[in-house]
Structure formats: structure tokens, C-alpha cells
């Protein structure tokens, strides 16, 4: 009988918690709630990056050149049960890459030797922006599901990875990456 008592009692409280808005709350106009307050928290060093999200799917871009993505999903789908196979995989590469181009300008990454990402050098910008702009070019060859267009994207791609690297990161010294 308590316990009878117990569940009555829960289930008026919820009856009143789920009642209509008072009249004063229905009244006023709805205004979306102001957007949470994002922090950017530095979680890998940027060759962590760079060896989780920008190489694995920069490869998915230059093996389409060869590798018809329709007939690799074939293939790749029973093995892994990749729902997001074929030309679909390389538009999400290309996407992914103009993501995390955000990734490389947030500050406090540090690069793979502990230097800070040379966010303070000119060109740094402009390398980043370039590598936003080959990952267009990419989803937009992607779009066209035409492995032409991919070889041409690729090699924008290619371009736009290069001029950084070349800058940044080879050097015959690990300590010395990420300085110009």
C-alpha cells in the first residue's frame, strides 16, 4: 500500500512538471538559447594532426586518381562495413581536410619537437588557406565523380601541402621544424 502511495505521488509531480507553460511564459516570444561558449582545447601536437585526419584523408583523395572509388567501396564495404564508401568517401576526405584546416590555427599546438605552431609567421595564414582552398577543389572534383577531375585536385593538393612542408617541416633536423 506504501509503496502504491509512493508511485501515485511520483506520477502527479510528473503530470505537473510536463503541464502547460503559464500564461506569462507562453506570451512571450521564443528567443534561442545564447550558443554555449565554445573553448578550443589543444588535444595532439600537429603532427598528430596531421597523421590522424589530414594524411589518412589526403590519401583517400590521391588514391581515387587511380583507384575508381565506386569499385573500391565493392570491395572495401564487406571488409569494413563502410556505409560511406566510393565517391562519398572522398567528398568527406576533402571535407575533412577543409575542417581541420581550422585545427591548425588554434593556438597553443604545439608542433611534434615542442615548438609552438609559428602561428605569428605571415605566411602561416596563408598556407593554411591554401590548404582550405586545395580541399574545395578536391570536394568539388568529388562532386563531379570523375577521376580526372580528382587528378587534377590532387595535384592542387599536392601544391598546397607542399609549399608548407617545404617551409616548415623539411628539415634535416627535427628540432628545427616549425621554424622558417
Known amino acids: 500500500m506504501r509503496l502504491l502511495s509512493v508511485v501515485i ?14 500564461p506569462s511564459e507562453s ?17 595532439g601536437n600537429l603532427g ?5 585526419i589530414l594524411f589518412p584523408n589526403s590519401n583517400i583523395i590521391f ?7 565506386v569499385e573500391k567501396a565493392k570491395k572495401t564495404e564487406a571488409q569494413y562495413g563502410n556505409v560511406y564508401g566510393g565517391w562519398m568517401e572522398v567528398e568527406n576526405a576533402a571535407i575533412s581536410i577543409a575542417e581541420a584546416a581550422n585545427l591548425l590555427t588554434i ?3 604545439l608542433c611534434m619537437n615542442g615548438k609552438p605552431v609559428p602561428l605569428d609567421q605571415p605566411d ?6 591554401g590548404l582550405r ?18 587528378v587534377n585536385a590532387s595535384g592542387t593538393l599536392t601544391e598546397a601541402c ?3 612542408h617545404d617551409k616548415y617541416r623539411e628539415k634535416p633536423d627535427l628540432a628545427n621544424r616549425c621554424t622558417p
Open 9 to 22: 505521488a511520483l506520477l502527479g509531480l510528473t503530470t505537473v512538471g510536463c503541464g502547460s507553460p503559464a
Open 27 to 43: 506570451a512571450a516570444p521564443a528567443t534561442p538559447a545564447p550558443a554555449a561558449s565554445q573553448s578550443t582545447k589543444v588535444e
Open 48 to 52: 598528430q594532426v596531421m597523421r590522424g
Open 63 to 69: 588514391d581515387a586518381q587511380n583507384t575508381d572509388p
Open 107 to 109: 593556438p597553443g599546438r
Open 124 to 129: 602561416w595564414a596563408g598556407f593554411v588557406q
Open 133 to 150: 582552398d586545395a580541399a574545395q577543389v578536391s570536394y568539388k572534383a568529388a562532386l563531379t565523380k570523375n577521376q580526372d577531375e580528382i
Open 162 to 164: 607542399s609549399a608548407c
